[in-house]
């Protein structure tokens, strides 16, 4: 008998004693057979199958790689004296192809890419349905009640930057228990703004917009110092009063609380104002403030009434 045919079956009868050997540690067969455990003898008659099929297939073509001589029409190109032969490509791989093509096709359209459950959906619907819930709780609160919800966002949400006493931090963010720094109003003089306070994308014109769009002799340094100390002292004093006068109240009004559309509130913070900046950032003097879109409709609201009453003393 063939050396390989007599190896093949000494492995199967090997693999099917450990099968069963297997099959007696776990109870032996009369005991599936008695509790009529179907699934456990599926298994052990698939194991069978599978020893006897693996060793057939393998005895196969270790005797073919022993035996055969190659056949066929050579291709015209060598290599180093090594040829090719021409052989059709199996049809059922051009089948195995088409389908894994469709198939590619049906799951990416209805599968699971484009159509189907995803955990970052599934979070982003249960947050939507909870801040639904949310708002429609905290609908009506009374000012105390809006401010002390703002208060405890701030410190979670603003605090890294402006400090838990919302000073700013020694100028790393905006101080917000003042309505605007000095530094911060002469920076805007001198290079304009266009920060989206209003909604409306409306610049501030730099310094020399302002000359062009005025008619008062704007503005000399010293000039942009006074008016700058004036308007971060929250428009009180006389010294710079009339630049102010002169040159601002076109725009930011007589008393500097803004006019609808032209331009912002500069004497006050208003919860108005706090919103744009949530809304759309704010680049100034110091850097850039992040625009905060996650937050919801009522934490908006409690933010901006909180902030808004810091300056507010
Ligand atoms: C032509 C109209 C106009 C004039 C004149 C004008 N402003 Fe403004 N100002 C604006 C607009 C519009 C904004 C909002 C810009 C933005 O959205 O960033 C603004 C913003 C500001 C801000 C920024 C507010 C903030 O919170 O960052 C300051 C400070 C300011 N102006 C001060 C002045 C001073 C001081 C003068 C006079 C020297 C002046 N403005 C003259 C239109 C004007
Ligand atoms: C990543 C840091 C950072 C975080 C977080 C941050 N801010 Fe700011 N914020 C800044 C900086 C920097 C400025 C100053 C921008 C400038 O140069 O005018 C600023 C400016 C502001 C202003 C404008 C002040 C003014 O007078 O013009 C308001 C209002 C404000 N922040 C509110 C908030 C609120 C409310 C939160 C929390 C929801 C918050 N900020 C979170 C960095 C931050």
């Keep these: 008998?063939?050396?390989?045919?007599?190896?093949?079956?000494?492995?199967?009868?090997?693999?099917?004693?450990?099968?069963?050997?297997?099959?007696?540690?776990?109870?032996?067969?009369?005991?599936?057979i008695k509790d009529g455990d179907w699934v456990n003898m599926l298994a052990i008659l698939g194991a069978v199958i599978l020893v006897i099929a693996t060793t057939f297939v393998v005895t196969k073509?270790?005797?073919?790689?022993?035996?055969?001589?190659?056949?066929?029409?050579?291709?015209?190109?060598t290599w180093d004296g090594i040829g090719e032969y021409k052989n059709e490509p199996p049809f059922g791989w051009f089948v195995l192809y088409l389908i894994m093509i469709i198939w590619a096709i049906w799951y990416f359209l209805a599968g699971y890419p484009v159509n189907s459950y995803s955990q970052i959906g599934e979070y982003n619907q249960k947050v939507a349905e909870h801040d639904v819930k949310f708002n429609e709780q905290y609908k009506d609160m009374d000012d105390e009640t809006l401010k002390e919800m703002g208060g405890s966002i701030f410190?979670?949400?603003?605090?890294?930057?402006?400090?838990?006493?919302?000073?700013?931090?020694?100028?790393?963010a905006a101080d917000l228990t003042a309505r605007i720094s000095e530094k911060s109003v002469?920076?805007?003089?001198?290079?304009?703004?266009?920060?989206?306070?209003m909604g409306t994308s409306m610049p501030m014109p730099d310094r020399n917009?302002?000359?062009?769009?005025n008619t008062s002799a704007l503005i000399?340094?010293?000039?942009?110092?006074?008016?700058?100390?004036?308007?971060?002292?929250?428009?009180?004093?006389?010294?710079?009063?009339?630049?102010?006068?002169?040159?601002?109240?076109?725009c930011h009004g007589a008393d500097g609380k803004g006019m609808e559309m032209v331009a912002p509130n500069i004497a006050q913070m208003s919860p108005e104002m706090v919103g744009m900046v949530l809304n759309h950032g704010k680049k100034g003097a110091i850097g850039a403030m992040p625009a905060f879109?996650?937050?919801?409709?009522?934490?908006?609201?409690?933010?901006?009434?909180?902030?808004?009453?810091?300056?507010?003393?």
């Design 1 to 32: 008998m063939n050396k390989t045919v007599l190896a093949a079956i000494i492995v199967t009868i090997a693999m099917l004693g450990f099968t069963y050997a297997a099959v007696e540690m776990a109870g032996g067969l009369d005991k599936l």
């Design 293 to 313: 879109t996650n937050l919801t409709e009522v934490q908006h609201k409690a933010i901006n009434a909180y902030v808004a009453s810091l300056s507010q003393k």
């Design 209 to 213: 917009g302002l000359l062009n769009s």
């Design 155 to 172: 410190i979670v949400q603003c605090a890294p930057c402006h400090g838990l006493q919302a000073d700013g931090i020694n100028g790393q």
């Design 220 to 250: 000399t340094d010293a000039e942009i110092d006074a008016v700058s100390k004036y308007v971060a002292g929250g428009l009180t004093g006389t010294e710079g009063a009339d630049v102010f006068a002169g040159t601002c109240a076109a």
């Design 61 to 77: 073509y270790v005797r073919q790689m022993q035996n055969d001589t190659a056949s066929g029409k050579l291709a015209e190109e």
């Design 186 to 197: 002469k920076y805007v003089v001198l290079n304009g703004s266009n920060s989206n306070l």
